[in-house]
């Protein structure tokens, strides 16, 4: 009796790698967020604004999603072609939101009551626990399909951002679902109490994965610089980005 053998398919050892060739060169590619000029964000990557609470950094994300809506609103520098972004914030309370919901909309010159399928904004406030937080950010990936996603607050896709386990697991996460979704990620992260190094293990993976390292720092006149030139910051495809804002009546 001849004893029958499952057949497996042999996969080609290449299969899901990417090995360089003289003949494979990627098409360059321009950057989809750029600060007066300097590119520090391309397709399907990620980068990161270190900021303390109250420095302004989900002024800036507003900035941003206004800049998506309307080329000719005031974005404090920040430059996009992107057609498309999704914002989630983790922080805020719901008036709070809506709050920037309407400043976003004033300053992209969206009168109340109109629509705009060019962006939106999420507050995952009131979801419990970061696997919950990222599930959802994958529905609302599927359901938007945006081109830029701004995560307010990255530390909330982990329970533990001092947990190596869960930050290496959060790395591999952002990995997917920028293959996954074909989006790109800016991402917000507080910095350690006495320096500015982003906190945590997150923090830590987050400085080696991370295109672009840029803090806001604020000066004794209010005056906010955002800026990759710092000790920690990185700009792996250009030169330093620095603008520099203040609020004011």
């Known amino acids: 009796m ?16 990417f090995i360089p060739t003289w003949d494979n ?11 007066n000029g300097v590119g520090i964000l391309r397709y399907q990557n990620i980068s990161c604004i270190i900021a303390s609470p109250g420095s302004g950094k989900s002024s ?6 206004s800049s998506v809506i309307n080329k000719e609103s005031d974005s404090l520098g920040f430059e996009t072609d992107v057609k498309s972004v999704l914002y989630i914030d983790f922080e805020r309370a719901e008036e709070d ?9 004033n300053r992209a010159s969206v009168k109340p009551g109109e629509t705009t399928d060019k962006a939106h904004i999420v507050s995952l406030r009131n979801i419990a626990t970061a696997k919950d937080r990222r599930d959802k950010i994958e529905e609302l990936l599927q359901e938007y399909k945006p081109e830029l996603l701004l995560l307010d607050g990255i530390g909330d896709v982990v329970n533990d951002t001092n947990s190596l386990e869960q930050c290496i697991e959060a790395k591999n996460w952002v990995r997917y679902i920028n293959a996954e979704f ?8 507080h910095p350690n109490p006495t320096n500015l190094k982003p906190r945590g293990h997150l923090g830590s993976e987050t400085l080696r994965e991370a295109e ?4 806001i720092t604020k000066d004794e006149n209010e005056v906010r610089t955002l800026t990759s030139d710092f000790e920690y910051g990185k700009a792996r495809n250009g030169g ?8 004011s009546d």
């Open 25 to 35: 060169k990627p098409l360059p590619r321009k950057p989809i967020l750029s600060i």
């Open 60 to 65: 800036v994300c507003e900035s941003i999603i």
């Open 212 to 215: 672009g390292i840029l803090v």
């Open 240 to 247: 330093h980005a620095t603008t520099c804002f203040k609020w």
């Open 2 to 17: 001849v004893e029958n053998k499952k057949i497996t398919e042999v996969k080609n050892v290449t299969d899901g790698l």
């Open 182 to 189: 074909k989006t790109s990620i800016l991402t917000t992260l």
């Open 97 to 105: 939101v809506w709050t920037s919901f309407a400043r976003t909309m």
